[in-house]
Structure formats: structure tokens, C-alpha cells
């Protein structure tokens, strides 16, 4: 299911085996030049970051004459944006609110997508349409619910609590947790199940112990893509949060030139105070956050 | 599995999504086509007013400004960004030592949030401070305006978007290339295709369709370019650098034009999803005269 980079870029080899010297001397060469296009390219792509990363450092006096000056390096930016910043705060009310809209959509779509597939309903037809009205949900931009939701949210006095946010993030994930749940669970053969039903397994027991851990590649791949998807938001935060107590990452960085305004040290300290825990979580994770944000891709 | 099927059962495993997604993505689709014939501004009753938000968006010089910019910047990421990531699929596919970090760090843009994205560019374009008026400076280059200006914002948004997005796509022709059958490559090399004879007429037809993949995934995501230009304009001067769901969100959230902004939103939803069918027939019928 998950796309294993690294694998498969081992099972093929790009070298062939038997070539004349000549033409192997001239491919060696080659190779170099291709080697080194490859590095610049990577390089041009890493710049902007390794920008705001030396901006960070820099006084600010000397971000405006002199940006390219190694020599009166500072951390003063960092110690600035960390006063400023309500880092605990932010990096709380996301992680918070992602575990849990993350964790009740995955648990809620595996529910449906294991009724969908194995459960046998009266009228047959009654079952796919049921799980095309979710697949329908794939075509839906979300910025044509920011205001209905927004209203929704105010009828059903949840605005200005964390559920404001949470519930619309779980039922924006259903359409792709069950594209991909659905799609696992039927190519995967019922027979364990069967056979642990007759040994007398109930409904809870199956799912929980016996199909959930069956699909475990599948559910990294969906909790990857929704926890990327739910740190990095901000059409929705934008609206459904006003109480400065509730921001969220992306939040206050839409913020920054707002509250630095000049002080563009500060303003990159605080970028980089951002970007640098995604960039190491990702570097850690980097194959699977790959396969997941882009089996939908391939799978879709 | 008849014995674990009773009808309380299913009902039971298919309430909280059905609930939740009728009430938080089926109504509300439903709710923005209703008001799109309202005039609302957030107080009291709505008043119904037919097509008239339709056709004052048809007057509206600053739809037919924001229209232009996606247009602009979906032309300038298809044509820059679909021979580039598949170049760069095929160039990280050679036996270069440290491949698999190149492909890593390509791939980085696309996990960062698109409203850090922003910001960062901000210190890349900005006409002042930016890092590349600054770099042309040092060659003796007269400074451009590229965001702020009249005319180059979509382009940089353009740019920037590529930036966010091309290791996404890089990766999906990788991942298409990965499945190639070998015998095909290791037969016309046999037969002694050259590389680039390779690639023109083997590999570029058999990937039809991880290219339509990739095309289709940048044309809906070029309908959602929202946060880039919220931080590197913030839609101006005066709305001349907005795109279609910048424009919205100002004149739904900043102007409380309700009525107006969902008739907005419904146009960009079919526009999308016109463009993307669009394309979709385009290659078919490619496809059937091939």
C-alpha cells in the first residue's frame, strides 16, 4: 500500500552491467555533470530556507545594509522571539487539536469503511451509495464551507471552543480516510474474519484486535496525511478561532508581520523557531511522510 | 459475515462519519448554493435576490482581475512545473551518491505550511529587503518590483508555488517511473535507442497517465492558492494581485458581503472542477485519435 521509496529505488539499479570501457569512461563523466546538476538544483530549491535561517542571526541593523555580513552573528533574535512568542501555547493548542480530530476521523471513517466493505446490508445498492456520498466529498474545495461552518458553528454554540475547529477537520478527512480504507479492505480477504466469527469473535473484538492491526500501513499513511494536513491549516483557524488564548502554529505566524513589523531578526528567529521542529520531525519520518502525502496521489 | 450484520450494527458504524459529514461538508455545500441568491451581511434576514450576485460578479472588475491572476498563475505552474518535476524525477533516478537525501530535501517545500511559505518568500521577492532584488543589486541590476507592483505578483505567486509544489510532483513521476517495466528500456537500448530517443518516445507515452495525475493534482491545487498571497500582498494594490480564493475570502470575511461571496465560492468550485474535466476529456480524446 504505502510506496516504499527507498525500496524500490534498490530493487531497480541504474547502472548496467556490461558496457565498453569507452562508453563507460564517457558515462563516468557524465555522471559527474549530472551529479553536479543535481546538487545545484537541490541547493536552489533548500536557499530560501537557508535564507531565514541566516536572517535569524543576523542583528537587524544589518538585515536592512548589510544582509550577507558573517562576522556580527546574534542569537539576541531567538531570545527576542521567544519572549514574544507564545510557543507553549501554540504548539499546545495544535498538537491538541490535531491528536484529537485526527485520532476521532481516523476512528470514525475505519467504523464506516469496515461497515461498507464486510457488513451486509438489506439492499445492496444501499451500501455504495453511501460510500460514493463520502468519495463525493473529494470534489468539495473547503473554502466553499469556511462561512456555512462558521455559521454552523454559531447555531450549534460550539464557537470559541476548541470543537469549533475540531469537528469540521474530521469531517473534511472522511472523504480521503475512506478512499483509502475502503480501497484496502477490499482487495484484503475476509477469510480470517469469517473464520474468527465462527470461533465466536464479536463485532468490537474483530475490529479492534484482528482487523485494525491488519491495517496498520494504511492508518500511518491516514494519520501522516491528516496531522500534515491540520498543522499546516489556515483558511479554517483563521475564522473559527478569535481568542488569542487558542491559536494555533499557522495562526501566529500569519501574524508575525503584524507584530514584528520591523524588527525582521525577530520575525525570522520566530520563522525558524517554526519551521525547524517540522523540518527535523519530517527528516525523521521522511519516507513515510512521503508515501503518505502522496499515496492519495497514486491511489486516487 | 451475515452474524455480525444486524441492521443496529451497520447503523451503529455508520452514524458519527454520516452525521458529521452531512452536517459539516454536505450542508454547508448546500447552504453556500442556497445564499448564493441571498443578500446577507451576517444580521437579520437575508433578502432573496435571484441571480442578481451572479451578475454583478459579471460587473465586477476585480473578479474578472482575480480570474485573470489564477488563470496567469495556473498557465505559468503547468508550463514550468510538469517539465520540471519530471525532470527532475529522471534526474534523481541516475546513480548520484546521496540520492535519497536530494529527494528528501526537493521534497521539503511540500510539508512546510503554505502560510509559513508565504512568509518566508516575503524575505525572498520583497522589493526591499527580498534576497533577490538584494543579489541583483550586487550585479549591478536595477531593483524589480516583484510582488506589490501592477503586473508581476502572479507570476512570483506563480513561483513560489512551483517552489511548494515541485518535489510533490517530482515524487509522483518518481514513483511512475519506478513502474516501468525494465524490458522495454533494456530492449530499445538493445536496439540502440539513445537516452533522449528513450525517453521521447518510450517513456513520456507510457507515463500518460501519471502525467494526467500530477496535471489535474496542480490544476486543483492552483484553485486553492490562498495563503501565498495573503502574506506576500495580501491581495493589493488594490485587489490587483488576488486570486479567485483570495478575493472570496476578502469579500465574504473582510467586506461581509455574504450573499456575494458564496456566489463567488460556488463559481470557483464549478470553475475547478470545469478546468479539471476539461483536461480530462482533452487527453481522452487524445488518447482515442492516438
Not at chain 1, 531497480?12 to 549530472?34: C, E, F, L, Q, Y
Not at chain 2, 510539508?111 to 518568500?121: D, H, Q, Y
Not at chain 2, 525572498?124 to 541590476?141: M, S
Request: net charge positive.
Amino acid at each position: 500500500m504505502t510506496i516504499d521509496i527507498d525500496a524500490i529505488a534498490h530493487a531497480a539499479t541504474d547502472s548496467p552491467r556490461s558496457i565498453a570501457p569507452a562508453r563507460r569512461r564517457k558515462n563516468r563523466r557524465s555522471g559527474v555533470i549530472v551529479g553536479i546538476i543535481a546538487y545545484l538544483v537541490t541547493f536552489l530549491i533548500v536557499l530560501p530556507l537557508l535564507w531565514i535561517v541566516l536572517l535569524s542571526f543576523q542583528p537587524s541593523s544589518n538585515i536592512l545594509t548589510n544582509p550577507f555580513s558573517l562576522t556580527h552573528l546574534t542569537f539576541d533574535n531567538y531570545l527576542n522571539a521567544a519572549n514574544a512568542l507564545p510557543l507553549l501555547r501554540m504548539y499546545g493548542n495544535t498538537i491538541l487539536i490535531a491528536v484529537v480530530s485526527v485520532t476521532v476521523g481516523t476512528a470514525i471513517s475505519f467504523m464506516s469503511a469496515y461497515a461498507l466493505t464486510r457488513m451486509v446490508f438489506r439492499r445492496r445498492k444501499a451500501q455504495s451509495s453511501v460510500r460514493y456520498y463520502f468519495l463525493a466529498g473529494l470534489a468539495v474545495p473547503i473554502y466553499i464551507l469556511l462561512f456555512p461552518v462558521y455559521r454552523l458553528d454559531l447555531a450549534l454554540g460550539i464557537f470559541g471552543t476548541f470543537a469549533a475547529l475540531i469537528i469540521p477537520y474530521v469531517a473534511v478527512s472522511i472523504p480521503f480516510n475512506t478512499l483509502l480504507m475502503t480501497g484496502f479492505l477490499r482487495e484484503f480477504p475476509a477469510e480470517i474474519e469469517e473464520a474468527a466469527i465462527i470461533d465466536g469473535v464479536g463485532l468490537w473484538r474483530l475490529c479492534w484486535s484482528l482487523v485494525l492491526p491488519l491495517m496498520r500501513p494504511v492508518i500511518a499513511t491516514i494519520l501522516i496525511f491528516n496531522i500534515v494536513y491540520v498543522f499546516n491549516e489556515f483558511p479554517f483557524a483563521s475564522i473559527l478561532i478569535n481568542n488569542p488564548d487558542m491559536v494555533t502554529v499557522s495562526l501566529a505566524v500569519s501574524r508575525f508581520q503584524g507584530q514584528y513589523t520591523v524588527d525582521y531578526g525577530g520575525m525570522m528567529a520566530a520563522a525558524t523557531i517554526v519551521l525547524l521542529p517540522q523540518l527535523i520531525i519530517y527528516a525523521i519520518f521522511q519516507r513515510h511522510v512521503i508515501a503518505g502525502m502522496t499515496v492519495g496521489a497514486v491511489k486516487g | 459475515m451475515n452474524w455480525v450484520s444486524s441492521r443496529s450494527k451497520i447503523l451503529l458504524m455508520l452514524a458519527p462519519t454520516l452525521i458529521i459529514f452531512t452536517m459539516f461538508v454536505v450542508y454547508p455545500v448546500i447552504y453556500s448554493g442556497i445564499f448564493s441568491f441571498s443578500r446577507f451581511q451576517g444580521f437579520g434576514n437575508p433578502s432573496w435576490i435571484g441571480f442578481d450576485n451572479y451578475t454583478a460578479l459579471l460587473q465586477d472588475p476585480f473578479f474578472w482581475q482575480s480570474l485573470q491572476n489564477t488563470a496567469v498563475i495556473l498557465v505559468v505552474a503547468l508550463v514550468i512545473l510538469i517539465p520540471a518535476s519530471f525532470a527532475l524525477a529522471l534526474l534523481l533516478r541516475r546513480a548520484i551518491p546521496g540520492r535519497g537525501v536530494l529527494r528528501a530535501l526537493v521534497f521539503g517545500p511540500a510539508i512546510i505550511a503554505p502560510i509559513l511559505v508565504g512568509l518566508i518568500w516575503v524575505f525572498i521577492l520583497d522589493p526591499k529587503i527580498g534576497l533577490l532584488n538584494r543579489v541583483l543589486e550586487e550585479l549591478g541590476v536595477s531593483p524589480i518590483q516583484w510582488i506589490g507592483g501592477d503586473y508581476l505578483t502572479p507570476i512570483s505567486v506563480a513561483i513560489v508555488f512551483i517552489w511548494s509544489s515541485v518535489g510533490f510532483a517530482m515524487t509522483i513521476f518518481y514513483a511512475g517511473l519506478q513502474m516501468l517495466p525494465a524490458d522495454v528500456m533494456e530492449a530499445s537500448a538493445l536496439d540502440g535507442a539513445t537516452g533522449w530517443q528513450q525517453i521521447r518516445f518510450i517513456t513520456i507515452p507510457m507515463m500518460r497517465e501519471t502525467f494526467a495525475i500530477v496535471t489535474i493534482l496542480m490544476i486543483t491545487n492552483v484553485f486553492k492558492i490562498f495563503e501565498l498571497v495573503y502574506m506576500l500582498t495580501g491581495g493589493g494594490p488594490v485587489h490587483r494581485s488576488e486570486t479567485l480564493v483570495s478575493y472570496m475570502y476578502y469579500v465574504t470575511f473582510t467586506n461581509q458581503q455574504y450573499g456575494y461571496g458564496m456566489a463567488l465560492a460556488v463559481i470557483i468550485t464549478i470553475l475547478g472542477a470545469l478546468v479539471s474535466l476539461g483536461y480530462l476529456a482533452a487527453v481522452r480524446r487524445k488518447e482515442a485519435l492516438a
